[in-house]
């Protein structure tokens, strides 16, 4: 990983009026041959593509352990999940206590506190169930 040390601690600005300023310099013709225009790349398969070539030529893992880091991911994101889950709870309680024995004018707030735990816990929820239903293995 000393590789990418020096590349993810410097700041970068890159600029493109050069590119600008050649295409408007190419000839009809020319802008066919060399095509330049990015609106038109399909940017999933291009980071499909740049991950694996980052993962197989510079941090030189084989492509066959892929199947094994999706299934490591996929715990990992239950565990995150769940933990996120279990820490929301755990620091809203005493907050949703807090402000429903408040005798003053911040009852009001009870109920919505509420309906945000309730869809935060069915939004992890249904991301697992979404899972399980395409078949994927979580643990």
């Given at each position: 990983?000393?590789?990418?040390?020096?590349?993810?601690t410097?700041?970068?600005?890159?600029?493109?009026?050069?590119?600008?300023?050649?295409?408007g310099?190419?000839?009809?013709?020319?802008?066919?041959?060399?095509?330049?225009?990015?609106?038109?790349?399909?940017w999933?398969?291009?980071?499909?593509?740049?991950?694996?070539?980052i993962?197989?030529?510079?941090?030189?893992?084989?492509?066959?352990?892929?199947?094994?880091?999706?299934?490591?991911?996929?715990?990992?994101?239950?565990?995150?999940?769940?933990?996120k889950?279990?820490?929301?709870?755990?620091f809203?309680?005493?907050?949703?206590?807090?402000?429903?024995?408040?005798?003053?004018?911040?009852?009001?707030?009870?109920?919505?506190?509420?309906?945000?735990?309730?869809?935060?816990?069915?939004?992890?929820?249904?991301?697992?169930?979404?899972?399980?239903?395409?078949?994927?293995h979580?643990?």
């Amino acid at each position: 990983m000393d590789v990418l040390n020096y590349f993810a601690t410097q700041e970068w600005k890159f600029t493109n009026d050069r590119l600008h300023a050649l295409i408007g310099k190419l000839t009809f013709k020319d802008r066919e041959k060399f095509y330049c225009d990015i609106r038109d790349v399909d940017w999933n398969v291009y980071f499909e593509t740049y991950i694996r070539g980052i993962r197989v030529y510079l941090i030189k893992d084989p492509i066959d352990t892929l199947p094994q880091a999706r299934v490591k991911w996929q715990r990992y994101e239950v565990f995150n999940n769940f933990w996120k889950t279990s820490f929301i709870v755990h620091f809203s309680n005493p907050i949703y206590v807090f402000i429903t024995n408040w005798k003053f004018s911040f009852n009001f707030l009870s109920p919505f506190l509420s309906s945000i735990l309730s869809y935060l816990i069915f939004q992890i929820s249904f991301s697992l169930l979404k899972k399980i239903e395409a078949n994927q293995h979580i643990f």
